[in-house]
């Protein structure tokens, strides 16, 4: 697949988007890298996906314009897919059309999360085409997001637990005729270096994709 990958942003992206663009080549697919996300404004016709690891916010004046949200919308309405990673869905705060692309994710100044470290990712539904060849628990050093903005109608299938209450980390969903995969995990270089987070990539992009 022609994959078309953004990122840039307040977050330690230097690390985890050249650990995305291996495993993604190495199984097979061709990835563009973009920090400007210029692409966004133009033709996305030889794009197969949309992959978002990527913060974009005023703060770090890297926000997407009007054109590019515009292009990003027409783009996954009209059949594209996306696959949005960790907080990528805060992005573009204050354009509310971006939570129900993604089906939800983090608020900024609102959600929260532990430290960074160790802790047990679980999948519930093991039938989910996100879960396949993903082991029904696994440890992973990252974040478990909490508080997020879950919008309506997504199909949740793995979730953390923090202070006993069960948080959403994986869903998919559909905007327009595109599909979406949002995987809230691979904070840093090393999370997204955990066999199990990069299976659950590589499962977004053929699902969106298929």
């Not at 990527?54 to 009007?66: G, M």
């Not at 573009?92 to 971006?98: F, L």
């Not at 879950?150 to 923090?162: K, L, N, S, T």
């Not at 005729?177 to 997204?192: E, M, P, T, Y």
Request: overall charge negative; glycine content about 12%; charged content about 20%.
């Amino acid at each position: 697949m022609n994959l078309l990958l953004l990122t840039g942003g307040k977050h330690p992206y230097e690390e985890s988007t050249p650990v995305m663009t291996k495993f993604l080549q190495d199984a097979g697919h061709t990835v563009t890298v973009s920090e400007s996300a210029d692409e966004l404004a133009g033709s996305l016709d030889s794009f197969d996906a949309i992959v978002l690891n990527t913060l974009r916010q005023p703060a770090t004046e890297n926000d997407l314009s009007d054109e590019k949200r515009g292009g990003l919308k027409s783009y996954v309405e009209n059949g594209g897919g996306l696959v949005s990673v960790h907080i990528s869905a805060a992005s573009c705060p204050d354009w509310t059309e971006m939570k129900k692309i993604t089906g939800g994710g983090w608020v900024l100044g609102e959600s929260w999360h532990p430290p960074f470290g160790w802790f047990k990712v679980f999948v519930d539904n093991a039938s989910h085409p996100l879960a396949a060849g993903v082991d029904s628990e696994f440890w992973t050093y990252d974040e478990c997001y909490c508080g997020l903005d879950i919008q309506p109608g997504i199909d949740v299938f793995m979730h953390g637990v923090v202070e006993g209450e069960d948080k959403p980390l994986g869903w998919s969903h559909s905007y327009g005729s595109g599909k979406v995969a949002n995987i809230a995990l691979g904070h840093a270089g090393s999370s997204q270096l955990q066999p199990q987070f990069q299976q659950l990539i590589l499962n977004s992009v053929n699902y969106v994709t298929g």
